[in-house]
């Protein structure tokens, strides 16, 4: 029989490597899958392009992977046979062992009542996030992880917010005042809601890899400039000086936290480098022992007070890493823009002034590690119609380039019919379902497999013409104003990168703060969606794209922030520092992943009416 495999190669094409092994292996498997010699040899040559191999000669390291295509093989030919056949794996014996699947009872979550405006729910999900080996993680304990198609809780409602306002009389005590029903009732979900994109950014189809040292030096220094401009015309600085010359007097500088060398910043290793107009772009060390709280991180703007006795240390007082930041309702449009955003919100609906929106969102993957059935967007969706939103807010990524089968290159299709027949079929017929009323909106992630590996990153190109009002794609990072309220979303997982980065001290008094919503503080204070510089390893930040594109112009009513870490919803203030400074507050939520591991995940489903004081929010586990 080795002889037929080897006639069978040869016949094709194909040459043998190491040819004693590889025909020992492939015996081996032509055994175990009750396979011919001329079926072996055409799963290969499947593999073979599947890998886009170079050379025609069977590679013995690819041995291994071509094992994994003939399991895969082997799974979808039963899977077709009986579709209602389980394949079981190591997780079902833990979940068998601990006697669990017993009870598959659907869990619908409430609301709780107005009173509990901050409540936990206190199930097995809270527990703190761990990782094992194979690089899963959940929010439940190791010895109850089970498939996502066995698992006992389904839509459970892990984090909630509730602050809307008791709309009942007082005598209808028993009744409770915030129900889902009365949510979805005040808020009218059937009504079609307004969507207008903002900003600039890549156009579909761009050219990227050109980035400069022209183009990364312009678009820093213009950052330092944009915020010494914008500092001075605040009223509360002086003009900036030059940060590096030796002086007994105090001086206010603005430029950008450098490290000295790689690795993390300390106490040590904290530079200040100003502009070119006033340093000429020079690095001077900063000595921070004399404040008593700060935060800081590479490529952050601040700005500086001190003096620099030496000409080679500037010993700060005070930093300031903030600026006055104007709210969503400021910002200023081109005319002709500004008579088009009235007229698509008349038209859309005018009945909308109080700023109302009911949303979904969710962040990919949207499949399960084991397969590629996309189980949880099926969930996701089903819940969306169960309970309609006005907009379901989709970030990717939705092929992921990190799934297994993709990464070992085991999928028979290509990456655009995957994307194409999986994620928008399944969501054209959500809103051919919901009707016309029913919009979706669609982010891309540098993950996507089927997309441009750049950041920032260009919409997908969606083909349906017919559904373009209903099913619309923005671009990576994006902000958009959905009935009136502000949203900027980027799936690009700042949050965790800032978390690595960054190097705090907490005031003397022992008061410890809230460290997600510093984070995303960060964010809104640099007035940028990537402040992070140098960018992380994975990140192809090009700054030829339109750099413009990961500015932010206002603070958002809503920051969409999806992030490896910790699904959270808070609720940031900004400014109100100084005396008659008015006090801004925005939403940022990280709707966790909707996938992890072989398990669900979790999503966020929100209600706004009109500011954060008057919302509902809920993270819910599927």
């Known amino acids: 029989m080795e002889e037929e495999i080897k006639e069978e190669f040869i ?12 025909l020992k292996k492939c015996l081996t498997f032509c055994i175990n899958y009750n396979l011919k010699p001329s079926d072996l040899v055409s799963s290969w040559e499947v593999y073979y392009l599947n890998r886009q191999l170079d050379e025609s000669t ?28 389980h394949i079981y794996s190591i997780k079902d014996v833990d979940m068998i062992l601990n006697d669990e699947g017993e009870d598959l009872k659907e869990v619908i979550p409430s609301t709780p009542p107005a009173d509990n405006s901050l409540g936990f729910n206190s199930d097995s999900f809270d527990s703190t996030i761990k990782t094992n080996g194979n690089g899963y993680s959940s929010g439940k304990p190791l010895n109850h992880v089970t498939p996502f198609g066995q698992r006992t809780d389904k839509f459970v409602v892990k984090f909630n917010i509730n602050n809307l306002p008791d709309t009942k009389d007082a005598e209808n005590d028993n009744i409770h005042e915030n129900t889902e029903d009365e949510i979805i009732k005040r808020l009218q979900p059937n009504k079609k809601c307004s969507l207008v994109v903002h900003g600039s950014g890549p156009e579909t189809g761009c050219l990227f890899m050109y980035d400069r040292i022209e183009d990364r030096f312009n678009a820093l220094e213009n950052r330092i400039k944009e915020h010494a401009a914008t500092l001075l015309a605040s009223g509360l600085y002086e003009e900036p000086t030059d940060p590096t010359a030796a002086s007994q007097r105090n001086l206010f500088a603005v430029g950008m936290i450098c490290c000295d060398g790689e690795g993390r910043l300390n106490d040590k290793s904290i530079l200040l480098q100003s502009s070119v107009e006033h340093s000429g772009g020079q690095r001077v060390r900063l000595d921070t022992h004399n404040l008593s709280q700060f935060s800081v991180f590479p490529g952050q703007i601040v700005g500086v007070e001190g003096h620099n006795p030496s000409g080679h240390c500037l010993i700060a007082s005070k930093l300031v890493d ?18 088009a955003l009235d007229q698509e919100i008349l038209l859309t609906d005018s009945s909308y002034t109080n700023r109302e929106i009911s949303v979904l969102i969710a962040s990919g993957p949207f499949t399960t590690i084991d397969n590629l059935i996309f189980e949880p967007l099926i969930e996701l969706l089903a819940h969306a119609r169960r309970k309609p939103p006005q907009l379901l807010i989709l970030l990717g990524p939705f092929i992921d380039s990190e799934h297994p089968e993709i990464k070992k290159g085991t999928v028979k299709r290509s990456f655009d019919d995957i994307f194409r027949v999986e994620i928008l079929g399944r969501l054209q017929d959500y809103v051919e379902y919901m009707g016309s009323d029913a919009r979706v909106l669609l982010v891309p992630s540098i993950r996507d497999a089927n997309h441009d590996y750049v950041f920032p990153q260009p919409a997908f190109e969606i083909q349906p013409s017919n559904l373009e009002h209903q099913i619309t794609s923005l671009r990576n990072p994006g902000i958009f104003e959905a009935n009136q309220v502000s949203v900027g979303c980027c799936s690009v997982d700042i949050i965790k990168q800032l978390s690595g980065e960054e190097m705090s001290r907490n005031p003397a008094d022992g008061a410890v703060s809230d460290r997600m919503s510093r984070l995303a503080t960060h964010i809104l204070n640099q007035r940028s969606f990537y402040p992070l510089y140098p960018p992380a390893e994975d990140i192809p930040l090009d700054f030829s794209l339109s750099p413009e594109a990961l500015h932010i112009p206002s603070v958002p009513d809503i920051l969409i922030l999806p992030s490896d870490m910790k699904y959270f919803i808070k609720v940031v203030s900004l400014g109100g520092r100084s005396e008659g400074e008015e006090q801004m507050k925005c939403i940022c939520i990280n709707p966790g992943r909707l996938a992890k591991g072989e398990g669900g995940g979790t999503f966020v489903e929100l209600n706004y009416c009109g500011s954060p004081d008057k919302m509902n929010a809920s993270v819910i586990g599927i």
């Open 11 to 22: 016949r094709s094409g194909f040459a043998l490597d190491d040819e004693e092994e590889i």
């Open 58 to 85: 069977v590679q013995n390291d690819e041995m291994d992977g071509f094992l994994l295509h003939l399991q895969n093989e082997q799974k979808e030919a039963i899977i077709k046979e009986e579709p209602n056949l």
């Open 322 to 339: 903030s600026v006055p930041l104007s709210p969503s309702s400021a910002v200023d449009l081109h005319p002709a823009k500004k008579q």
